[in-house]
C-alpha cells in the first residue's frame, strides 16, 4: 500500500465486497486500545482517485481460503487458495503410486490444474524447516481446525483491538492481502526477506475501520490467524490479482540447488503444489490427523478409563459381596 490514499480505495473495495457477509457480534475485550491510524468505511472511491494504479475496485479482488501448509527450509507457509479449491487439492500419492510413477494430479481438470497457489510465509523459524515445531505453527494447525482450537495464548483473546485500536467488541470483517511474496533486502548486503502487506477491515456494526498493516512473516501469521478467529462472525480473506500475479514462486522457499531448474519461476499451481511442497498437509488431512489423534489419545484412554469405575452387577454366580447373596439370610 503506496499511501493511505490507495487505502482507502481498497478498502471501501474491501467494505463492498465483504457487505454480503452475515456477521454477528464477538464479545467484548475490556482493553485500552493502542493508537493506530486508520480511515472510515465511508471513504468514497469517487475521492481517492490518483494519478497511479493503487485504486482498486471489487473486480481486481480474488477470495482466497486456506488451502494447506507446510514446512519448508525459510519456514512454516501456508498456502492461499481461490475461494472453493482447497477441497480439489490433489492427495500425495501413496506407496503403489510412488513406485509407478502415477501422479494424482494428472486426474485434475485443466482449469483446477491451473489455479494459483498463494504460497505465505507465516513464520521464519528455522525450527519450523522440517517440522511445524514453533509454538506459532502448532497454533496455526490448531486454528485451522474445525471448529478452531483457539487458545488466546499466543493470538491474545485483545489482538484485534490492539491492531486497530477499535475497542468495544470490534469485529474483523476482511482481510485484503496486497503483497505476499520475497523482496530483495535493501541494505545492499543481497538476500532476500518476505515482504507482508494487508489491509484489515474492522469495527462494531456499521462502524468500520481499515487498518493498514505491513511487515514480514509475523504480521502475516498475525493476519491470517486473526481472519480464521473471526471466520465464524463472517471474515473473508481476499487478495489483489496484482498480489497473486506477484507471488514468489516455490524456488524462493526452496533450499535445493536444482529449485528453479525444477519450477522456474512460475506462478506455484495446485497441479504443481505437491511437488513443490512435498511435507504439505490440506486443512482436510490436517483436521483428520487430529481427529484420528483425539480418537486414539484422549476419547479411548477415556472411555477405557470411565469403563473401569463403573460397577458391575452379579449374575449370581458368587461374585457378589455377602450381603447381597440370596442364599444368605441377614
Known sequence: MSSHVAVASRAASLAAAASTSTRSRAPATPRRARSRSSLSRSASRDDTETDDDGTTSASDLVELECGGVSVSPRGFVALLVRKGVKDSIPRAANEVEAMRGADPAADLAPELAREFVLPVLITDLDEDAEAAQSARAQTMLQLLQEPPCDMGIQLPYAALEEVTGVAGG????????????????????????????????????????AVDVIGGADEAWQCLALARRYEQYGCRVFATKEAVAGASSFSSFAARDDADALFGNATLTVSAARAAFPRMQTVAESRAIAAEAREKFLWRPFAAATADDVPTCSDGDGDAPPELREDETP
Do not use: H, I
Open 170 to 209: 470490534a469485529v474483523l470483517g476482511a482481510v485484503l492481502v496486497g503483497k505476499a511474496a520475497f523482496v530483495e533486502n535493501g541494505d545492499g548486503g543481497g538476500g532476500d526477506a518476505f515482504a507482508w502487506e494487508a489491509t484489515l477491515l474492522a469495527g462494531v456494526g456499521t462502524d468500520q475501520n
